[in-house]
C-alpha cells in the first residue's frame, strides 16, 4: 500500500480561510515535521487538536490519511472525513481522498462512486481521474483504468503519475516496448532538476553513505566528461557537505538526513541531473554469432534450468547500455546497506535498447520462455570495496543476469559473478520466506543438499536461470574508480506461481 499511496501524493489546495500570522508557528507544519521524521502518534496527536479547530481542513486531512496508511488504522480518519463532507459537501478534496481512504479498504466500486463525485464537482481534477484508474486497475478493467489515467493526463500533463501507471499498465499487460515513453514522462515529471522542492520525499530522506560516494564520484565524472558541468558542480559540492557533516551519523547502514542537510540536498539528491536514453538498434542488439538451439539445451541439461552465454550484446549495443548506467543519473534507490545502489525500470532504469534486448532474447530463445512477458527490470551499482546482494529467490519464472564492467576491473576473475544453488525454492514459501529470510534459506539449502553452480564475472557475459533457484552476488573485488564500478542489469519473465 505505500506505492498506492505514493501514487496519490499531491499539495493539497490552498484553504479558504484566513491566514495564520506569521507569528505564530503553523501546527500542520509542525505534524508534518513530526510525520518525517517517523513520530506518527505524536503527529497524530497535533492533528487531532487541528481537527477539532477546523474539521474541513484539507491540508490537515491529507495529512491525518497519510498516517492512517502508516497505522493501517482507518476507522478514526473516517470519522473525521465524514464529518469533513457533511460540513463541505462540495468539495472534490474530500471526494477524493474519501476515494482513496476506500481503496485502501480494497472497497474498490465505493472508491468508484467517491473519485466520480469528486470529478463531478472538478471535471478537470486528475488525482481523482487517476484514482478512478486504480480502482478500474486492480478490479480487471483495464480499458477503463487506461481511459481513466488518459484523462488525467488529459487535466494535467504534468500529472507523473499517470504516466507512471500507463507505464505499469502496459507492462503488466505484456507490452514492455509501449511502456518506455510513459514511464520516460513519469521520469522526468518526478525527478527533473527544475521540479519545485520544498523538501525531500519521505523516500528519498534516507540514505547510506555508499549512495553518497556513488552520486558525488557520478557527478564528478559527468563534470570531467564535460556533461552538465554547471549543474553537476553544485550537486557535488553539496552531497559533498552532505557526507562531511553525516559522517558521525553512519555508524549505521542507513541514516535520516539531518533537518539542517535537507534543505542543502533537496535540489540534488535523487535528481535527474542527466539522462542519456540509449536508442535501439536498427540491427538489432544482440549477438547473433550464437547458436540459440545449443544454448538452449544447456538451460535444460543443467536442470532445473541454468546456463551462461558470453558476448552476449553487439560491441555497439554494449557500449550504448554502458554510456546510460555511466551517465544517467538514475540511481535512485540507495537504502542498502552493503554497498550497492539500484534503480528499477518504474522509476528510471530504461530506454529503447533495454526494452529491445528484452524482446530479442525471449524470441531469440523461445524453449526457455514460452510465452513469458518481462515482468521486472532493474540495475544495480556496486562499490568496490563492499558486498552484494544475499542468498535468495525471485518472484518470477526466468531470470536473466548480465554484466557491463570492463573486464580488467575485476581484481578477482574467478568470482565476483553469480553464485546459483540448484534447488528451487518451495513453492508453498511466500515472498518473504524466499527473498529475505536468510536462516530458513541456509537451513533449507543445507538439509536438501543443494550444490552450488559458480558464474565467474565477465563483460558482456550473461546468465539465464531458473527464478525459483537460489541465488547471490559472488564474492567481489573491483578497482577504485567509478568506471571500474561493477554494473549488474537484471530481467525478470513470467510469474514462479503460473510456471
Not at 484508474?133 to 503519475?161: I, T
Not at 544495480?380 to 526466468?398: M, R
Not at 518451495?426 to 559458480?454: C, H, M, Q
Request: glycine residues 6%; contains cysteine.
Amino acid at each position: 500500500m505505500r506505492i498506492l499511496n505514493s501514487l496519490f501524493k499531491r499539495a493539497a489546495r490552498p484553504e479558504k480561510k484566513e491566514p495564520v500570522p506569521s507569528a505564530a508557528p503553523d501546527p500542520i507544519f509542525q505534524a508534518r515535521q513530526l510525520y518525517n521524521a517517523g513520530q506518527f502518534e505524536p503527529a497524530l496527536n497535533f492533528c487531532r487538536q487541528i481537527q477539532r479547530q477546523t474539521p474541513d481542513n484539507v491540508e490537515l486531512l491529507s495529512l491525518a490519511f497519510d498516517l492512517s496508511m502508516k497505522s493501517r488504522n482507518f476507522a478514526e480518519f473516517g470519522n473525521w472525513l465524514q464529518l469533513a463532507i457533511d460540513l463541505e459537501q462540495d468539495s472534490a478534496e474530500l471526494y477524493c481522498l474519501k476515494g482513496q481512504l476506500f481503496l485502501a479498504e480494497n472497497k474498490l466500486d465505493d472508491a468508484l462512486l467517491a473519485f466520480e463525485k469528486a470529478v463531478q464537482i472538478d471535471p478537470d481534477f486528475a488525482r481523482a481521474h487517476n484514482g478512478s484508474g486504480v480502482a478500474f486497475q486492480l478490479l480487471g478493467r483495464l480499458d477503463d483504468a487506461y481511459e481513466n489515467f488518459q484523462r488525467a493526463l488529459k487535466a494535467d500533463a504534468n500529472f507523473w503519475k499517470a504516466s507512471y501507471n500507463i507505464g505499469n499498465l502496459n507492462k503488466l499487460q505484456g507490452h514492455f516496448e509501449t511502456a518506455v515513453v510513459p514511464f520516460q514522462q513519469a521520469l522526468y515529471g518526478r525527478r527533473a532538476p527544475n521540479i519545485s522542492m520544498d523538501g525531500l520525499d519521505e523516500e528519498d530522506s534516507r540514505v547510506t553513505k555508499a549512495k553518497l560516494n556513488h552520486d558525488i564520484e557520478q557527478l564528478e565524472f559527468l563534470v570531467a566528461s564535460g556533461i552538465e558541468v554547471k549543474r553537476a558542480s553544485e550537486a557535488v559540492a553539496a552531497l559533498a557537505v552532505a557526507r562531511e557533516r553525516m559522517e558521525h551519523v553512519f555508524s549505521s547502514p542507513v541514516a535520516e538526513f539531518p533537518a539542517d542537510i535537507k534543505p542543502i540536498v533537496a535540489p540534488y539528491i535523487n535528481r535527474l541531473t542527466n539522462f542519456y536514453s540509449a536508442p535501439a538498434l536498427a540491427g538489432g542488439a544482440l549477438n547473433q554469432d550464437q547458436d540459440w538451439a545449443a544454448i538452449e539445451s544447456a538451460y535444460f541439461a543443467n536442470a532445473p534450468g541454468m546456463t551462461y552465454i558470453d558476448n552476449f550484446l553487439k560491441p555497439e549495443a554494449l557500449a550504448s547500455l554502458r554510456r546510460f548506467c555511466l551517465e544517467s543519473t538514475i540511481w535512485f534507490d540507495g537504502r542498502y546497506g552493503d554497498g550497492y545502489v539500484g534503480c528499477t525500470c518504474e522509476d528510471g532504469f530504461i530506454c529503447p535498447l533495454l526494452a529491445q534486448i528484452a524482446e530479442e532474447q525471449r524470441l531469440a530463445l523461445p524453449s526457455i520462455f514460452g510465452e513469458h512477458r518481462i515482468s521486472g527490470l532493474w540495475g544495480y551499482k556496486y562499490d568496490s570495496e563492499l558486498t552484494g546482494i544475499s542468498v535468495h529467490a525471485d518472484y518470477a519464472a526466468i531470470n536473466v543476469n548480465f554484466w557491463l564492467a570492463p573486464d580488467d576491473a575485476n581484481l578477482d576473475p574467478n568470482g565476483g559473478g553469480l553464485v546459483i544453488w540448484d534447488k528451487e525454492a518451495p513453492l508453498d514459501w511466500n515472498f518473504d520466506d524466499y527473498n529475505n529470510n536468510l536462516p530458513l534459506i541456509a537451513e533449507f539449502l543445507r538439509t536438501s543438499g543443494a550444490k552450488e553452480f559458480v558464474v565467474p564475472h565477465r563483460q558482456n557475459r550473461v546468465v539465464l536461470f531458473n527464478s525459483d533457484l537460489f541465488h547471490k552476488t559472488d564474492s567481489f573485488k573491483f578497482k577504485p574508480g567509478y568506471e571500474n564500478r561493477r554494473i549488474n542489469v537484471t530481467m525478470l519473465y513470467g510469474d514462479r506461481q503460473q510456471a
